[in-house]
């Protein structure tokens, strides 16, 4: 029986690669990290990438129709987007704290 890496760690262990030993810019090393893997019907998924400074990028297979992804900024904006071609979306206004007895 064949064992097969699952992609979530081919892909982290590409992207770390990427970033150490080729010294890509993130998007650049997640854009090639997705393009190398294998697709399949209805896509193999996406993936989320931070660098040390807080930028981030995002990759997703050719074939998938998008993925639930968000950010928030270093001044408390938050960004989410869904599907594959859209750019995300500030979210408006923040959500209540519980309150402390």
Known sequence: METRRRPSEEKKRSVVARKLYGSSPLADAVRAT?????DEEGGVGGL????????HAFGL???SAGM???YVTGDGRTFVAIYAEEEPKEIKGQAEQPQKN
């Open 61 to 63: 297979s050719q074939n």
């Open 48 to 55: 989320i990438a931070l660098d040390r400074a807080g930028k």
């Open 34 to 38: 997705i393009k190398s893997l294998p």
């Open 68 to 70: 639930f992804r968000g």
